[in-house]
Structure formats: C-alpha cells, structure tokens
C-alpha cells in the first residue's frame, strides 16, 4: 500500500513570489503520480501528472513539478503566483500495477498575499 | 461538455434517515469512486467500482452502500446517517483505474445532526 505525506498544510506566500509544494510518497513499487487542485467551492482538477519519461513535468497554469525517485518525491512548483493561484493543492499516488486508485495526500492550502 | 454531476450540492438531514447522493458521468468511463474530504485528513476513498455490477470498498467504507446498474450512474447510499458522517462528498470518475486523469463532481456538503 501506498502512502503520501503533504508536510505543509498551509504555506503562505507574496504574489509575484515563487512557491514550492513538497510531497513524499512511500511505495513498495513504481507509482504514477498526480498533482490536482481545488479552488473553493469547487471539486478537483488535474494540474499534471507523471507516468514515465522526462522527471519534469509541465503542467496548467505555470506549474511543473519533479520526479524525484531517490528521494521518492514530486514537488510542484511555480516561479511567481498569482491571487487565483489560492487553492488547496493535492498530491496523488497510484501504483503502476493499478491494485488501488488514488491515494492522496492531505492536501496544502496556497495563500496568496498582495 | 464532459462532468461529472452530483446531487443534492448541499444537504441537512437528521440521524438515521436514509439518504442517497446521486452521481452521473457523461464520458463513457469505466472506474467511478466515492470520497470524502474531511479538514485535516485530505480525500479518503469510501468505495469504487470498475465496471457496471462491479463495486469494492475503499479505505473508509463503513455505513455506506453503492450500486452501478448503469455504466453512467454511481450512487452513494447511506442507510442510517450519523453525525460523524458530516462531511464533504466527492464522485470521481476517469478511464481506468490509478493511470488516467479523475474527474470530479462539485462536491455533496452533507450535514446529519
């Protein structure tokens, strides 16, 4: 069984600033994994997603994140935020045999200050 | 337009009235689940199914119930609500299983008093 672990549950930052969202995964086997984000009132969306290949990932809206295999970590990351970037941002894992569905982890809030 | 829709968006009920909350995608997908999101604890798996008659728990399963008679519709039930099932509800729906992207629906704010 997979698990991911968010280690920020708020992080704070100036607009024009850049932000980074750590996520650790802990997983016996080879795992997809998933940033999704959700704006207020509203359901989750798919910012980006790693299944194999290049280890950055580019994403929507500016985001990208890396695939870090030894230190089994995928990091989103923004170089300068915007106001409509305030959001709860989810870390997702799956594993590549497909046993389970998504595991996420318990999700960072992005503030942005003026 | 692709979504996935839930329904009520908001609901007050009282405990042990039973209650269900619609789900219904309109993109062929195979893989439908439940969540709830709870502060503090992220989104927690309640049950999925990968195909039509085809449903198997998740992480937090107890005092729900699902069914899939139709490949488009994925309903949570809930027999006999207690408070500490006072959450917010997600369906998701996507491809597969773990490879392709989730859908979402907008969410069930479910309050049992």
């Known amino acids: 069984a997979q698990s991911v672990t968010q280690l920020d549950s708020q992080v704070p930052v100036f607009e024009e600033a850049p932000v980074e969202l750590r996520c650790n995964y802990s997983?016996?086997?080879?795992?997809?994994l998933f940033w999704y984000v959700q704006y207020p009132n509203q359901g989750l969306q798919l910012l980006l997603k790693?299944?194999?290949?290049?280890?950055l990932v580019k994403g929507i809206n500016g985001f990208e994140a890396e695939f870090n295999k030894s230190q089994t970590s995928f990091h989103l990351r923004k170089p300068s935020v915007h106001i409509s970037d305030t959001a709860e941002y989810f870390c997702?894992?799956?594993?590549?045999?497909?046993?389970?569905?998504?595991?996420f982890g318990k999700g960072t809030h992005l503030i942005i200050q003026p | 337009e692709a979504q996935v829709t839930q329904n009520p968006r908001y609901l007050i009920t009282v405990t042990g009235k039973k209650l269900t909350v619609t789900c219904s995608q309109n993109?062929?997908?195979?893989?439908m689940s439940w969540y709830r999101q709870d502060p503090g604890l992220g989104l927690r798996q309640i049950y999925y199914?990968?195909?039509?008659?085809?449903?198997d728990k998740g992480d937090v399963p107890e005092g729900y119930k699902v069914s899939r008679k139709e490949k488009r519709n994925f309903p949570l039930i809930l027999e006999s609500p207690s408070p500490n099932q006072t959450s917010l509800y997600f369906c998701?729906?996507?491809?597969?299983?773990?490879?392709?992207?989730?859908?979402f629906g907008q969410g069930t704010r479910l309050t049992v008093v």
């Open positions: 998701a729906s996507s491809l597969s299983q773990g490879l392709d992207e989730a859908f």
């Open positions: 997983s016996s086997v080879s795992v997809y």
């Open positions: 790693y299944l194999s290949g290049s280890t």
């Open positions: 997702a894992v799956s594993d590549r045999g497909g046993a389970d569905g998504l595991t």
């Open positions: 993109m062929n997908h195979e893989y």
């Open positions: 199914s990968m195909n039509v008659e085809v449903t």
